[in-house]
């Protein structure tokens, strides 16, 4: 019996047209058959302006995805009282606020507001001087000991954070066209080494992510410039629940998988930054939160992980492993929730980080959930929401779908939307498994 097969010739046939070279590629790198159009923004159809590859841009990511909570429309507490000063519902009794205590209340400077941005925690010389400057004559701001005191911004309580742009402001100056830059072509590309390194100094993880990729020239000054632990410690504070399996991998190139991971990058800075809400906490809330947070610490239910990001726990991180038996099997998908001040009484925010693709999540990341939505109720708590969607990964509702062309294809081509899913996690919800 011959030992030379069919299938062994084959290979050898791959061999020779290939110049002795297999080129085939492994499920991460083979080109995905299915991908959202991203051109243009899916709510404005770009009228706004680019969205440069995100699937909302700038403009309509600050009218429809805050970041203050409280800007989101909450019915419970729009209340109108009666003459005797008492609405009906003054129970729990800090849930409501006294003019006095409002007009008392010291604002707080968001944490966004004082942190730089520089790669190195370092400030440039012309800040300096431009603040010693403004700060008056020598003696303007020192004491009777002769001491200086320049008041710099970012100390807190010198200054109330900046306040959101004017609508009408802001719609005229994106209606306004503007005339093209007199600049050069190709003078950015002809930039000194020096000039640039000087430019990624004041860059902070992501901006540096998205230079690397660039061109090769910057991609290598990049990683001259940052080492890899410091890409790691980046991921570490971007993603604080991701757990990789391996650890001797390049963490630049496992940094920028994870960003290209995220349905929008919007979400990712608005989790980072933490911007707190107007108003004040109530221990309804927190004491709510706390047992919820000691719950999910002590017995977590099973595939599912959520951890608060700020003090006031208003952004969380969570992470959903996708069921046994699912196209999502295997994956881990991260989750941005935003919890109001108003909760429990309104629902938590939640989108999904990573992409995924499925019928009731839409392709900014938005799940099409009811409980969130029309059926909130006390009794559900950030926990149970997270069990719901996972659950939603198994038995998708498509009567009423975030994306109709996928709801389409799961109802009339189930195999061929199963094997997309599954290739979707393959490449972007399998990162912690995969060594690149």
Not at 228 to 239: G, I, S
């Amino acid at each position: 019996m011959s030992l030379i097969t069919p299938e062994f010739l084959d290979y050898i046939k791959k061999l020779e047209d290939s110049d002795d070279k297999l080129t085939s590629l492994s499920p991460i790198e083979r080109p995905l058959e299915f991908e959202f159009n991203n051109s243009v923004c899916s709510v404005c159809n770009g009228y706004y302006g680019p969205s440069f590859g995100e699937p909302v841009c700038v403009t309509c990511h600050a009218f429809l995805f805050p970041e203050f909570q409280s800007y989101l429309p909450c019915s419970y507490f729009c209340t109108e009282k009666t003459d005797d000063g008492d609405s009906g519902n003054d129970e729990p009794s800090d849930l409501n606020f006294s003019s006095e205590k409002k007009l008392n209340k010291t604002f707080p400077i968001p944490a966004w507001w004082r942190i730089r941005t520089s790669l190195d925690s370092e400030t440039s010389p012309e800040d300096d001087a431009s603040r010693a400057s403004n700060s008056g004559p020598s003696g303007c701001g020192s004491s009777g000991s002769g001491s200086s005191a320049i008041k710099d911004p970012f100390i807190p309580g010198y200054a109330p954070p900046p306040q959101p742009p004017n609508l009408s402001w802001s719609l005229q100056a994106l209606t306004t066209p503007r005339l093209p830059d007199n600049v050069p072509f190709g003078i950015v590309e002809h930039l000194p080494s020096e000039v640039l390194l000087c430019i990624f100094r004041y860059l902070d993880d992501m901006s540096l992510c998205a230079c690397a990729c660039v061109c090769t020239r910057w991609q290598r000054l990049v990683r001259a410039r940052v080492p890899l632990p410091r890409w790691a410690a980046f991921a570490a504070a971007r993603w604080p629940l991701f757990r990789p399996m391996f650890t001797d991998f390049d963490w630049q190139r496992k940094y920028q998988s994870l960003v290209e991971s995220c349905f929008c990058r919007n979400c990712l800075v608005q989790m980072c930054v933490q911007a707190p809400p107007n108003g004040e906490e109530s221990a309804w809330r927190r004491n709510r939160l706390r047992s919820e947070l000691k719950m999910l610490r002590n017995d977590p239910p099973e595939g599912i992980a959520a951890t608060p990001l700020d003090a006031k726990c208003c952004h969380w991180q969570a992470s959903v492993t996708g069921p046994a038996g699912s196209p999502y099997e295997g994956g881990v998908f991260y989750l941005y929730v935003q919890v109001p001040y108003s909760y429990p009484m309104s629902p938590p925010v939640v989108r999904f980080l990573t992409r995924i693709l499925h019928p009731n999540v839409s392709r900014h990341g938005d799940v099409g959930i009811d409980s969130v939505h029309h059926n909130w109720s006390l009794a559900l708590t950030i926990s149970k929401v997270l069990i719901s969607i996972q659950s939603l990964l198994t038995d998708p509702y498509t009567n009423v779908c975030m994306e109709p062309e996928l709801g389409e294809m799961y109802v009339k081509d189930r195999s061929k939307f199963e094997a997309l899913a599954r290739q979707w996690t393959w490449k972007y919800a399998m990162l912690d498994v995969l060594p690149f």
